[in-house]
């Protein structure tokens, strides 16, 4: 009875370790801008915007998965740096809500997408029905409002970035050229090697968004709304089966059928409204990375002015080394003619001949001076000591 009564506390704890270990905040957002915190696992997110575990795994931050923009049947998933988040035609979950980098997207979702919703219910009191259905063409998707906050904000913080990072580089490069120190070769590293690393993470958003752009498939793969209404339409005669996430491959080839035989060509090669909005964004991040190019356009100058600065001090100590070996020769010629006469060997010039000491030195010292001479122009018609 002991040994019961003291295991089950212990299931309670592991069982509660296991709901929070797999248990994720999650924000639901609608078209008008209501929010729910909820904090579930990933079978309840994959139940309610019938989504593959594989792609929800993307939105994993502990799996290192590139930035990516993808497009299902009836959702798309958005990993772009710590913005993961999932758009449907009527609501956008958002992972994570309580970070302080999605705070900020949390509310400019809850501005903007009522005020849309405000804006377009107005226009559809104002005017009559047969501009009504005019109006509904021109009508921004859901899911593209949605997908223009998240790329506007991902957008926008890569290039705050950028600037906090330009405000830092160019004083440090300035700073180096004019004194080449220890101190300044390591903050200008350390400046570097964050600059590589927002460089890649800037180059990822980059592609992907190049690569939406050049596949009209993937882009009209992100019309929600449109594939949404071809599902509901009499034309198809049977209602979406719910076994499409248990087969991903078979249920996209079913509903790319049933969207052919219930949409016109027209509707389904009109990819311009979205291809405006990937190239508008294409464009910022694309300035963004011309930014860090350009910085590192500036790095490179400054490494090679600092190696060319080098180079002309190693020459200066080259000339310099020259100019002393010179002098060297010369004194340890006169230092032989000393080591000769200094030798104590009996000889007949020694006796009465005190004036030969003088002619000694000063002849030594005329030879000397002169091969230091011949030596120093010659290195300067080779051009190895400057004039």
Not at 4 to 17: H, M, N, Y
Not at 110 to 118: E, F, K
Not at 267 to 287: K, N, P, R
Request: proline fraction near 3%.
């Amino acid at each position: 009875m002991a040994r019961e009564g003291f295991l089950v506390p212990v299931e309670t704890q592991a069982s509660l370790k296991k709901k929070t270990a797999v248990s994720t905040s999650w924000v639901f957002l609608d078209n008008s801008g209501e929010s729910t915190i909820l904090d579930v696992d990933k079978y309840a997110i994959m139940r309610r915007v019938q989504i593959h575990a594989r792609d929800l795994r993307i939105l994993d931050p502990l799996l290192s998965y590139p930035s990516t923009i993808l497009g299902r049947e009836k959702v798309i998933v958005l990993n772009l740096e710590h913005i993961k988040a999932i758009v449907t035609a009527e609501e956008v979950l958002l992972r994570d809500p309580f970070e302080d980098n999605v705070i900020p997207i949390v509310e400019e979702l809850q501005r903007r997408l009522p005020l849309a919703n405000s804006i377009c219910h107005g226009q559809g009191e104002e005017e009559e029905h047969p501009s009504t259905e005019s109006g509904e063409e021109n009508e921004f998707p859901f899911e593209f409002r949605a997908l223009e906050v998240v790329l506007e904000a991902i957008c926008s913080f890569l290039d705050a970035r950028t600037r906090e990072l330009e405000t830092d580089v160019y004083p440090a490069l300035d700073e180096l050229t004019s004194k080449i120190s220890s101190r300044n070769l390591d903050r200008v590293r350390k400046l570097k090697s964050a600059m590589t690393r927002l460089t890649n993470r800037v180059q990822k958003v980059r592609d992907e968004l190049e690569q939406l752009l050049d596949d009209d498939e993937d882009m009209a793969d992100l019309y929600l709304s449109r594939k949404l209404s071809g599902t509901s339409s009499p034309v198809n005669g049977f209602d979406a089966p719910n076994w499409f996430i248990n087969s991903p491959t078979t249920g996209s080839k079913i509903s790319k059928t049933s969207r052919a035989s219930a949409a016109t060509t027209q509707e389904e090669d009109d990819i311009d409204e979205l291809e405006m909005l990937l190239e508008a964004y294409f464009m910022q991040i694309d300035g963004t990375m011309h930014k860090l190019t350009t910085m590192r356009e500036y790095i490179d100058d400054t490494e090679d002015y600092i190696n060319i600065q080098l180079d002309n001090h190693r020459n200066q100590l080259i000339q310099l080394e020259l100019l002393l070996s010179s002098g060297t020769v010369s004194l340890s010629v006169y230092s032989l003619v000393a080591a000769m006469f200094g030798m104590n060997i009996p000889t007949m010039w020694k006796d009465d001949h005190g004036y030969v000491f003088k002619w000694v030195v000063i002849l030594a010292g005329v030879v000397c001076a002169s091969l230091f001479l011949s030596i120093i122009s010659y290195a300067r018609h080779k051009g190895l000591v400057g004039s």
